[in-house]
Each structure stands twice: as C-alpha cells, then as structure tokens.
C-alpha cells in the first residue's frame, strides 16, 4: 500500500477499509496480487449488479473493440447508442406504460442528480429543492446541497442554498407520518416555503443506513407532488437496474416519477454511465444547454445493451426474489444467534441491512470479514448498518457462505469483546 500512501491523495477512503491490493476480479470475486480471494458483499456500491467481468457483457466488449467500433463521440450519434437506445425503449420502458425521454449525462450519480435539479429549476422557474433526511444524492455542489449528512455538507465549504430537508419516511417514529408536516407547508400560505420546484427521494436510502419508504408513503409523496406542480425525482441510482427484484425499486409501488436517475449499474460491467428518464414536457433544455465532453460512453453502451437481455424474460427478476428470501432468512437467524447485538433487519430485495444498536460494532464486522474473505460495507450516520449488497447473479451456494462468514465474524468481534461478552444474556 506504500505507493498509494505516498502519492494518491487522502481523500481516497474504500481502500482504507479493505487494504489489499486487487488484481483480478471474476462474478462475485475479487483476487488480490497475493492470490487471496475475497467474496464481494459490496458491488462497487451497487455498480456491480450483474457480477464483475460479466462474460456475456465482455465478449460483447471484446468484439466491439476489435471492430474499431467508435469509442468516444461526444454526444453524436453511433450505432452502439442507438442500440441501446432502442433495446431500453423497447425491454424497460415500453412493457411498463413508461413514456420517458432519455438524457445521457455526465457518467457518475452526481451527474445525473445535478442534471436532474438544474431541469426540474429550468422546468418550473422554482429554485427550492426539497430533500429527505439521512438521504445521499452525491457531494458535487447541487448534489451536496441535497446529500443529509452533516459532515459531508460541512466539506463543500461555501453555502449549499436553494434546498430544504423534511423528515423521511419512519424518521419521526412508527406512529408519525412525516408527510403531514411537508402538506401542512405546501398547503399553508403562510407556512413560509415556497412551493418547491423538485422533491428528491430515494425509496431506499442505501447509503442513509439502508432505509426503507413505506410504499403507500411514496404514492402520497407522489400525489403530493401532483398537486402543487412539483417535479417528482426518483434517486434510483444504488437501488434501481434491479437491486430490489424489478427493474426499477419502485415499481411495485406504482409510482411514475417525473425524473428518474440512474447510475452505477446501468452499463452493467462497471463502466461509467448515468442516463435522466424525464417526461417528455420537461424536455425543455435547448440544445447543448447542459453538454459536455463525456455524454455517453459507448462502451457502457454496449454492456448496458447487453445487460438489458436480463431483463427480457422475468427469470432473473424471480431469481432475486429467491435469493434475496434466502438471504433474509439467514440474516434473521444471526439475529437470533446473537441477542446482545440487539440487531435488527431492514432493506428489500438484494440489499439488506444488518442494523447494530452497539456503537462501532457494525464496522469492527466489516473488518473482522474482510480478514476472513467477506468486503462488505457499513452505512449509516454511525456506520451502524452492516450493508449486504452483493451481485445479483451470486449463486445461492456463494450467498450462504457470504453469509455464513458475517455470523463467525459477529462471533469473533464479540469474543474479542469483553464488554460484549458481559452485556450478553445469560
Ligand atoms: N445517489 C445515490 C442514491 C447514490 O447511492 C450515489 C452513490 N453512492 C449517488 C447518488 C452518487 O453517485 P456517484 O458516486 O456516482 O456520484
């Protein structure tokens, strides 16, 4: 690691907590240059949903490259665009009733959030943004201004204006709907908030701690937004291209967001790319009025053009359904194995957070895994949240051994523990 202590910049943080020095990847493995072999409970934070080196998605790749396929055209029109283009239009969004147009932004989630907010302001002639609390939407400036943490907001170091937070879903306790108060403000003339442009949600805050809205409260969200003519922004970046068993996590909820971002696993092989899904009347941008070097990555293209073949039948759909069962029923066993953790389960799908009352204990886990094999990350304003967010394509046999290595890596913590050890019920 001496190299990358000496000359990259602190700002580097992932290989603070998993320090090795990683060489080959293959599904939902890593290698590191000493051989060690590693099962990956993290996907690039999402952005491997369909397994590292997906073999249908190289070859594709692979083919692409050797035709002297055109690799970087700004934002003009190739065939590999136009593929995947058509294959998007015709296998995600024509079988859901969805008429959206297609953006292709800057290639990160930041991008497409900042893309996203800048349309909604442009669209409405509003500049408010409301946002949720515990919600992360990137840490470029527009994006921070509507990320929650307190930290992280602190680093942009100049005054993040034109947002508003209100309370998420849950955040005030069981019995509270928060969505009471946004209505009071959006209803009162008097309540002093201006009608917002844009609401941004994400119906899982992957990175707040792994936290679920309740459908029916996302339908009100939505409604709400109706109503006053705000633009309503689904955040489907960690959570959309399947994570949670559909397309996109808030189908089940029928929602039909304004705006929908994605991200991480759109290219499906881990390449860069982000897209906007906009309503055709918010396609209100002149052209090149939000352009750039980088829009669109033909080479995300072609993977992303294959992994919409996933999509084509409803196979792989029921297949996250079953493992993500399976998953549950073990993570609720190590519940049950291990009272004095007082942990508790949340999340939908593939993702699924092991939350720890115990201060600290949910990144010792993390560490003690990663000693045993496991890179599996913590969320949560504390970390307090063990996040199981592994491929989508793991077999289940890999899955129960993942698993399998949280429950002797809890065991070990807590051994290690003294004052686990006591608080432990006899
Ligand atoms: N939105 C959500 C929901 C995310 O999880 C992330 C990344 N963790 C982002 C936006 C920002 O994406 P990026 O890191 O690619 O800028």
Same mark, same amino acid.
């Given at each position: 690691m001496?190299?990358f202590?000496?000359?990259?910049?602190?700002?580097?943080?992932?290989?603070?907590?998993?320090p090795?020095?990683?060489?080959?990847?293959?599904?939902s493995?890593l290698?590191?240059?000493?051989g060690?072999?590693?099962?990956?409970?993290f996907s690039?934070a999402?952005s491997?949903?369909?397994?590292h080196?997906?073999?249908?998605?190289?070859?594709?790749l692979?083919?692409?490259i050797?035709?002297?396929?055109?690799?970087?055209?700004?934002?003009?029109?190739?065939t590999?665009?136009r593929?995947?283009?058509?294959r998007?239009?015709?296998i995600?969004?024509?079988?859901r009733?969805f008429?959206?147009?297609?953006?292709?932004?800057?290639?990160?989630?930041a991008n497409?959030v900042e893309?996203?907010?800048k349309l909604?302001?442009?669209?409405?002639?509003r500049? +408010?943004?409301? $946002? =949720?609390?515990?919600?992360?939407h @990137? /840490?470029?400036l527009?994006s921070?201004?509507?990320?929650? !943490?307190? &930290?992280?907001?602190?680093?942009?170091?100049?005054?993040?204006?034109?947002?508003?937070p209100?309370?998420f879903?849950g955040?005030l306790g069981?019995?509270v709907?928060?969505?009471?108060y946004l209505?009071?403000f959006?209803?009162?003339?008097s309540?002093?908030m201006e009608?917002p442009?844009?609401?941004?949600?994400?119906?899982?805050?992957a990175?707040?701690?792994?936290?679920?809205a309740?459908?029916?409260?996302l339908?009100?969200?939505e409604s709400?937004?109706?109503k006053?003519?705000?633009?309503?922004?689904?955040?489907?970046?960690?959570v959309?291209?399947?994570? +949670?068993?559909t $397309? =996109?996590?808030?189908?089940?909820? @029928? /929602?039909?967001?304004?705006?929908v971002c994605l991200?991480? !696993?759109? &290219?499906?092989?881990?390449l860069?790319?982000?897209?906007l899904l906009?309503?055709?009347?918010?396609d209100?941008?002149?052209?090149?009025?939000?352009?750039g070097?980088f829009r669109?990555n033909?080479?995300?293209?072609v993977?992303?053009s294959?992994?919409?073949?996933y999509?084509?039948?409803?196979?792989?759909?029921?297949?996250i359904g079953?493992k993500?069962?399976?998953?549950?029923?073990?993570?609720n066993?190590?519940?049950q194995?291990f009272?004095?953790t007082?942990?508790?389960l949340?999340g939908?799908?593939l993702?699924?957070g092991?939350v720890?009352?115990?201060?600290?204990?949910?990144?010792?886990?993390s560490?003690?895994?990663f000693?045993r094999?496991?890179?599996?990350e913590t969320?949560?304003?504390?970390?307090?949240?063990?996040?199981?967010l592994p491929?989508?394509?793991i077999?289940?046999a890999?899955l129960?051994?993942?698993?399998r290595?949280?429950?002797?890596?809890?065991e070990?913590?807590?051994?290690?523990?003294?004052k686990?050890a006591?608080?432990?019920?006899a």
């Open positions: 001496k190299t202590e000496m000359l990259e910049s602190d700002v580097r943080v992932y290989c603070r907590h998993f090795a020095v990683f060489e080959k990847a293959a599904g493995t290698f590191d240059e000493n060690k072999t590693y099962t990956d409970f690039g999402g491997l949903n369909y397994g080196n997906n073999p249908r998605m190289k070859e594709r692979i083919e692409a050797q035709n002297d396929f055109v690799t970087h055209s700004l934002d003009m029109a190739t590999a665009k593929r995947f283009l058509e998007f239009n015709s995600i969004l024509e079988p009733n008429k959206y147009k297609i953006q292709f932004c800057g290639p990160t989630g497409a893309a996203a907010l909604a302001r442009k669209a409405t002639g500049q +408010t943004v409301v $946002f =949720f609390t515990h919600s992360y @990137g /840490l470029s527009g921070l201004a509507v990320t929650a !943490s307190r &930290s992280k907001r602190k680093s942009a170091a100049v005054p993040l204006h034109f947002t508003m209100m309370a879903d955040d069981p019995d709907d928060t969505l009471d209505e009071m959006l209803t009162k003339t309540s002093g009608i442009a844009a609401i941004i949600v994400e119906t899982i805050q990175e707040g701690g792994v936290r679920s309740r459908y029916s409260w339908q009100r969200l709400l937004c109706k006053h003519g705000i633009v309503f922004i689904a955040d489907d970046i960690q959309g291209c399947g994570r +949670t068993g $397309f =996109f996590s808030f189908e089940e909820a @029928g /929602l039909n967001p304004d705006i991200s991480k !696993s759109i &290219s499906g092989y881990g860069p790319m982000a897209i906009l309503k055709p009347e918010l209100v941008w002149e052209p090149g009025e939000h352009s070097t669109g033909n080479l995300a293209f993977t992303a294959e992994a919409l073949s999509w084509e039948t409803d196979e792989f759909s029921k297949s079953q993500a069962h399976r998953a549950a029923e073990l993570l066993e190590i519940i194995a009272p004095e007082q942990a508790s949340r939908r799908g993702i699924q092991l720890f009352e115990k201060d600290g204990l949910g990144d010792q886990v560490r003690e895994a000693d094999g496991l890179i599996i969320s949560g304003p504390n970390g307090e949240v063990l996040k199981i491929p989508l394509t077999t289940e890999e129960e051994s993942g698993i290595t949280i429950s002797e890596s809890i070990s913590v807590l051994s290690q523990s003294e686990y006591k608080a432990s019920p």
